[in-house]
Every structure is written in C-alpha cells, then in structure tokens.
C-alpha cells in the first residue's frame, strides 16, 4: 500500500489526501510534480525568472508560476507552486470553462480566451496559487513546461525537482525539513 | 530618442520637503556614456549635488541606480548603487547594496530614484509600481531594524512581494557610518548613506515592482545566462565562496601575515584559526543565502544556542565583520562575534568602521593614553568580549564613549586626542587587509574618492596569485586594472563574484544581449576610466589632491613586526607615482585636461 502526502512538508494541514489510493489516483502515479525543498533554497530566485522569461519572453517576478519567498526571521526560503492536486477543485470552481486537465502532464491548462478573472479558481485554491496576470485579463498557473520544468533545469541547488507523484522519498523528505 | 533595452529610461524623483514626486527621463546616450549603477552616480550626483555641499544638508541627495542588467536573467544581477556626499569623509562616496530590493525597483519602472530635500518629521516611502505614497513613520522611528522592518511589512499588508531598505537608529542619530539596510542582512554598508536618510527624516524606502524588465534578445540572455550559471558554479572560486562564503579569506589573508590583528599592530592572528571558513561551516551554519539572481549563495545562514538558553538565528557574520570585530579586536569567539555582528545589523551601521573605532580605544588603552575614565569605566583591552559588546550598543545608542565613536575615526581620535591610533584614509576606516601585505591595497585605499575601501580595487587576490605582493614594480597597471574591473561590474549591476566566474568578455557579452548596444571590452573599459575620472574630479573641486591620497603613518613607517608580511613596509609615493602617471594624471593626482577631454569629460566637470 502506498500514500501520498506531496504537500505536508510546507502545508501542515492538509492531511485528507492520506489514504489508500483511489482508482483516479492510480493512474496519476505516473504523472510527476514539482517539489521544493525550502531547506535546500538559497532564495536566488532563478526559477522566477527563467519562468517568466521562457513564458514571456521578460524578467517579471510578479507573472512568475513558482514564486519564492524568503523569511527572514526564520532564514528560510519557501515556495509557492501549483501542486496540480487530484481533486483539482480550481476546475471545479470555474464557471467559465476556463481551466482544464493536461492529460499529458497533469497540469492545470488556462484557456485565457474564457477566463474572465473572476478570481473563484483563486478562492478555490487551498494553497491561493492561481495568479491574475498583472496587466491582462486572465490567470496564470503553472503549465509544468510542457513536462520539462525549467525551473527545475535552472536551479543551481536543486530545491526544486520533478518527481515521480509516489515518490517514495516522502518520508526522507519530510524529515530533513 | 532611442532607447535601449534593460533600460527603462527614467528616474523616480522624491522631494521630501514638498512632499511630491515626479518622473525624469534619462537621456540615452548617459547609458552609453556612463553604463548605469555607480557611473550614473557619478553623473547625477556632480550634476546635482555641488561639492561643498554639506552632507546633512537638505540638498545633499540619495542617488540610487540600477544596472542595465538588474533584474535580468544575468546571474548576480542584483546590486544596486546610491552615490552622496559622505559625513564620514566630506567627499564624494558611493555605496552597492545587494539584495532584492534593487531588482524590484527594476520591475516597478524605475532606473532609478533620487532621494532629495528633508521631511519635516519622520516619514517612510512607498513605491508601487507608478504610486508613490510618503507616510508618517513616527511610530517606527527609534525602532530596531528587524522590529522596524516587520512592523513596515505589516502596515503595507496583503503585497507580498515588498523589498524594504530602511535604517536603524544609528541612522536616526546620525552615526557618521550608518547603513541603509535590505532584507535584514545586506547594507549599502560604507559612507554613512544611512545617516544622510536620517537627516532627511526618512525611516524607509518600500518598493513593489510588477512590471517587465525587457531584454534584446531573449533566446540568447536565457542562453547566455545557463552558461554563465555553470561557469560560476563550475569554477574554483565559485565552488569555494559557495561552501564558506567569504569567510575562505580567513585562512589565504591571515596566512600570508595580512590580516587586520589588534588595530595593525600586526597580521598574523594566532587564533585565526578558529575563524576559518571551515570552522565557521562546521560550528554555526545551517544553511545558505542568495541574492537575487545569484547562484553562489556567499550568504550564511547560522544558528547559535547560548549559555543561556538564548538563541540567534541570522544571516552573517561575513568577512569584514570577523576581521574588524575578531582579529582586530583581539577576539575569536563565534558566539561573541554572533552578537556583535547582530547588534550592528539591528542599529545599522557599518561593522567595519565601528570595529576601527574600537580597536583604536583599545591600542590606546593598553598603551595607557586612555584610563577608565575615558572608557565609561570599560576595560577597553584587546580580546574582551564583553568590552565589544558594550561599545558597540553605545554607538548604536550614542551614548558615553559610544557617542564619540560614532563620529567617525577622523573625528572621534581628535576628541580622544588618540589620532596616532586611527586607521583610516580620508576618515573611512581601512577594511581587513593590510597594505603592507600586498602592496597595491595602499593604493585602492588612498586613491579611493570614498576613503579607505576595499571594494574599490581588490587587488589582494591577483598579487597572491602572482607572487609579487611585496613588490610595487607594476602595481600601478594591476591598481588600475583593477578599477577598471570594478567600475564595470559596479555600473552594469553585476555582483563583484560573479568575477570568478564571469569574465569581461562575458560581462561585455551579456550587456550586448540585454541591451543591444553592441559593446566589446575597450568601450567598457573607456566607460569605466570616464566614471573614475569623474569620481575624482567630484573630490578635486572640494580641493583634494595628492595631499589626501594617504595611508597612516602606521603602514608607511612601522615594518610588519610578524608574520609571512613580517619587515615590510609600504613605499606610497612611490606607488601613487607610478599610478598616476599611468592614469593620465599629473603629478599632484588631479586629471589633466587631455585626459578629460580624451574621455569626453569636459562638459560633465
């Protein structure tokens, strides 16, 4: 039997995705997922810009799909990163047809001809994800490049990885932060 | 007008005593004249800001500029300049700050921004993007920088993505060498900008970008830009200053006997040892720290539990903070050093002057010019701890002893009546490297328009490399070089690592791909001798020549007592000499005519 627990290590209290796997689940594990490891961070911050620069061709932190930040008081730097959940409830939550499955990666796909930035998708979000691009009309989430992160590619520290979604490393990830 | 990308050709003004803003265009051909960062400081600042002015005068400015390649995907984009009229040395001085708080000016629209006039009570700045607010900061003024820092954050709520510089008390209270902070842990750190934004009644500068920072050519910054990541990663000095930081220089610097020990009494430390890099990684960090954009991550992060149950969890201490409050003081005690590095984090200001200045009281301590009476009743011996901790508190409070030394080492060793002890160039304390060790330092701290600093040209590294530091034959050339180098980086906005990995061709190279002007080394290279030139003209209608251009007696009289440094002395005049000559300069250090003319100068001067 095996769990998933891809978010515990920022999200403490997301816990109701324990359990024995369902069918839908199944078929995910052959998906993988972005995961970042804020103690390996050093807050550089490359993966927003190689982001916004492979997406628009600009350096924009604030259009950036993973988004760093820092606490200084605790001297730590996390991430904030669409987690492509299973029950996805940013689709469920879009009255406008906007946002969809890429059955190929997984990730969440913005239709931006439909999206009317009502920001439902947003309040949806258990991790508040969903960005509105800051001079047009419509969301941004991450797309997973496609299935080659570039964020991935970039980071010098490797803090952010595309893994496996059964990766059976949790647990080793889950203590070393 | 054309205008180039990496740019955004405009400038944020503040006039702090009218309360309003407004929005300059900066002409094209400055950025090709004077690149950006510290040459369009350069530029501004003797526009604007006449020579004489004095320094906590209203119309003494803050001078921040970017780098075309600020917040671009050029990895260590990310230093930001403010250039001023000092109260430390009453020159020209300039400051670099890394960070994020530089990039995301970038983003919200500005090239730069220039701080002018005096509020008349304490506010704080506000910049999103085009809406800039100045609001009372009454309730954050007299607070500590971490307290001030989060009860900012907290006013400005729901925008996560903030950059503050802001200043502590010692800011507040004029300390002559007060910092500007960002993000906790990076200052422009030299100069006393701090104090300047003190005496302007401005608590802090928050900034919010969510604007585009355009390149030329896309496809080839992101290519360039993967390369020159794994060039910095991939080489020698890269790798190290990512495993210790700048800490590595303990272990090359106090084994070749220059190392800053008990005021320059000497430069060996016997106990510096314990300071090395790796000792540093093994007893207090727990992790690393970026600036924007930098894949080296020099930043430590480190955690101390003490005796008491207290604990520090903190960014730092770096190499000048050890040096100055460990080697110089006679002290080796991470845990001492922890918290001294903390205290002037949390005041704001300089560790490397206030080290100077307290080492000075100690040398004259224990040689018996100064007694308990002048000390507040503290043992001001070498080596004790509590002593430093003490000082460094009454400087940031200005009170008693600490209220001298925070004057500055010119000012505070007249009042002491102690001058021979003072080590500084033009009032700026020398940093950790002894010029009697590598013989080109003496004239990056002598030349240096902002009195004795470093950062101006690190020489130390390529004469340890070559084997000639105790020579002088060929320092002048190497000094210049050297500038050169600097300038550049400190005007594209690059990160002076990034030189370990990033050579000038690269640099050249990348500023072509962001800007689309097309550059090669010799137009960079005109562009820094023009900034240079222009710094000392700054000084030179302020009336300083050759005469200012001076070390202390300690380093041109007294040889080295110890060490792999031991018998050496430095032979100024003669280097000054061979370096002006080489700068085109005449004999009194004051650039002629045809060169500023050779430098298209003569209508900036």
């Known amino acids: 039997m095996c769990y998933i627990y891809p978010f515990k290590l920022i999200f403490e209290n997301i816990d109701n995705l324990k359990g024995p796997l369902t069918e839908w689940e199944m078929i995910v594990m052959n998906y993988k997922e972005l995961k970042h490891y804020p103690k390996k961070c050093i807050g550089c911050r490359l993966c927003e810009q190689i982001c916004t620069m492979t997406h628009f061709k600009v350096t924009n932190p604030s259009k950036a799909l993973i988004r760093i930040l820092r606490d200084d008081e605790k001297q730590l730097d996390s991430a904030i990163y669409c987690h492509t959940c299973q029950n996805a409830p940013c689709i469920e939550a879009c009255q406008y047809d906007a946002l969809s499955r890429n059955s190929n990666t997984n990730a969440i796909n913005v239709d931006k001809d439909n999206c009317v930035a009502c920001m439902e998708c947003l309040n949806a979000c258990p991790y508040e994800i969903p960005i509105l691009h800051p001079s047009d009309n419509y969301i941004l989430i991450c797309d997973l490049c496609g299935g080659e992160p570039e964020c991935v590619s970039i980071c010098p520290e490797n803090a952010i990885m595309y893994v496996e979604m059964d990766n059976s490393n949790d647990n080793e990830i889950l203590e070393e932060n | ?605």
């Open chain 2, 1 to 605: 007008m054309v205008y180039f990308s990496g740019f955004h050709g405009k400038l944020l003004r503040i006039d702090l005593t009218n309360q309003s803003s407004s929005i300059d265009k900066i002409d094209s051909d400055l950025y090709e004249k004077f690149i950006g960062g510290r040459g369009l400081g350069a530029y501004y600042l003797t526009k604007e800001v006449p020579p004489k002015t004095e320094a906590f005068d209203k119309n003494n400015k803050l001078i921040f500029m970017n780098g075309p390649l600020a917040g671009t995907l050029i990895p260590g984009n990310n230093k930001i300049c403010v250039t001023f009229k000092s109260p430390l040395t009453n020159s020209y001085s300039y400051s670099l700050c890394g960070g994020h708080w530089g990039p995301e000016l970038k983003y919200a629209g500005y090239d730069g921004l220039i701080i002018e006039g005096k509020a008349k009570s304490p506010v704080y700045l506000s910049i999103d993007n085009s809406r800039v607010d100045i609001r009372p900061a009454e309730k954050f003024w007299g607070k500590l920088i971490p307290e001030s820092d989060k009860m900012i954050r907290n006013e400005i709520s729901g925008n996560k993505t903030i950059q503050l510089a802001l200043i502590g008390p010692a800011g507040e209270k004029l300390v002559n060498y007060a910092c500007i902070t960002s993000g906790l842990y990076r200052e422009f750190g030299r100069g006393g900008a701090g104090a300047i934004m003190g005496s302007k009644n401005l608590k802090a500068i928050a900034v919010s970008g969510s604007g585009d920072v355009e390149v030329d050519n896309p496809d080839t910054v992101i290519q360039i830009g993967r390369e020159l990541i794994q060039d910095l990663r991939q080489s020698r000095g890269g790798k190290i200053r990512r495993e210790y930081g700048t800490m590595e220089l303990v272990e090359r610097i106090n084994n070749a006997g220059f190392w800053v020990t008990r005021n320059f009494t000497e430069g060996f430390f016997d106990e510096g040892y314990k300071l090395e890099g790796t000792k540093m990684r093994e007893k207090i960090v727990i992790g690393d720290s970026s600036c924007f954009g930098c894949p080296i991550g020099c930043g430590k992060r480190t955690y101390i539990k003490y005796q008491d149950d207290s604990e520090l969890l903190m960014e730092g201490p770096e190499f000048e903070t050890v040096g100055m409050l460990g080697s110089n003081c006679g002290i080796s005690n991470w845990e001492t050093l922890v918290k001294a590095s903390k205290i002037c984090d949390s005041y704001g200001f300089d560790t490397i002057n206030a080290g100077a200045s307290i080492s000075m009281v100690m040398e004259a301590f224990e040689k018996g010019i100064l007694d308990l009476t002048e000390t507040d009743g503290i043992e001001m011996r070498f080596g004790n701890e509590e002593a430093l901790l003490l000082t460094l508190e009454m400087i940031g409070k200005r009170e008693g002893l600490g209220d001298i030394l925070a004057q500055g080492l010119l000012k505070a060793s007249q009042t002491l009546n102690v001058e021979e002890f003072a080590i500084h160039s033009k009032g700026q304390s020398f940093p950790v490297y002894d010029p009697r060790g590598a013989k080109a330092m003496a004239l990056t701290y002598a030349t240096s328009p902002k009195g004795a600093h470093h950062m101006l040209a690190t020489t130390f590294g390529t004469e340890l490399a070559m084997g000639n530091r105790f020579e002088i034959e060929g320092k002048g050339l190497l000094e210049r070089d050297q500038q050169f180098s600097m300038a550049i980086v400190d005007s594209i906005a690059m990160c002076s690592t990034m030189r370990a990995g990033i050579p000038l061709e690269n640099q050249a190279k990348a500023y072509s791909a962001v800007t689309g002007i097309k550059v090669d080394n010799s137009k960079l290279l005109k562009a820094a001798e023009r900034i240079i030139n222009l710094e000392r003209m700054y000084n030179v209608k302020l009336g300083f020549d050759r005469s200012q251009d001076t070390l202390p007696n300690r380093f041109i009289n007294e040889p080295m007592p110890s060490g792999k440094s031991k018998g050496q002395i430095v032979e100024l005049e003669l280097l000054l000499d061979d370096y002006y000559t080489i700068m085109g300069w005449d004999t009194d250090g004051i650039p002629t005519k045809k060169k500023l003319k050779e430098l298209d100068l003569i209508e900036y001067v």
